[in-house]
Each structure stands twice: as C-alpha cells, then as structure tokens.
C-alpha cells in the first residue's frame, strides 16, 4: 500500500463491497498480534494476515451524485479517511478521500 501512496483499499467479493481495509487497519490489526516477534517471524506472520481479519465491514458509502458537502460531513461524523463510492447496483465505482475533498473545496481544477 505505501509504495503506490495508497492508504485504503476496497474488499470485494462477488462484484459487492463488504468491506475497506486501511494502513492503518493493517497496523493495528498486526502490531497487536506481532509486538513480541523477531523480524523474521513478523514477516512470516504478516504474509498469514487475511484482509478480513483487519478490515472494517460496515461500511459508509456514497452515491456518484451525494454533493462533496455531504461526503465531507460523512467523513467528518464517522472519523473515516475515504468513502466508497457504488453504482446503482451497490458495485464499488471508486473512492473519494480527504485529498480529493481538499482538491475540490480550494483548488477547483488545478493542480497543485
């Protein structure tokens, strides 16, 4: 995740979202469980993680059309980084995060 700059991830199954996983999911989820390991035996253990043991699965999302204002206060309320954006049919059509609400609110189309 940190190589691409990517802090959350959608979980998917059968073309529906059940869950988001963050860095900070992966984290928590791990130290908790790895504090006491060597470096050897953390990474063993870190590569026998499954996603749907750290991830979230109530999950807060939004529609293509929910107005930026809306999500912004979604994310404020719930103490979340993203939102899952879903289609008509519930299928995870993106992600809008905290960055992307900073673009739109003062950068309006430029680039930073």
């Known amino acids: 995740m940190s190589l691409g700059r990517i802090r959350h991830m959608p979980v998917v199954e059968g073309g529906k ?34 996603v749907s043991e750290a991830m979230t699965r109530n999950v807060i999302t939004v529609e293509r059309a929910t107005p930026v204002d809306e999500a912004a206060r979604l994310m404020l309320r719930h103490r979340v980084g993203c939102l899952p954006v879903v289609g008509d049919d519930g299928t995870p059509v993106g992600l809008v995060t905290e960055t992307d609400l900073i673009r739109a609110a003062y950068l309006e189309g430029e680039e930073p």
């Open 17 to 50: 979202l059940v869950g988001i996983v963050s860095h900070r999911d992966l984290l928590a989820h791990s130290l908790s469980r790895a504090i006491d390991f060597d470096p050897k035996d953390r990474r063993t253990f870190l590569r026998s993680v499954d």
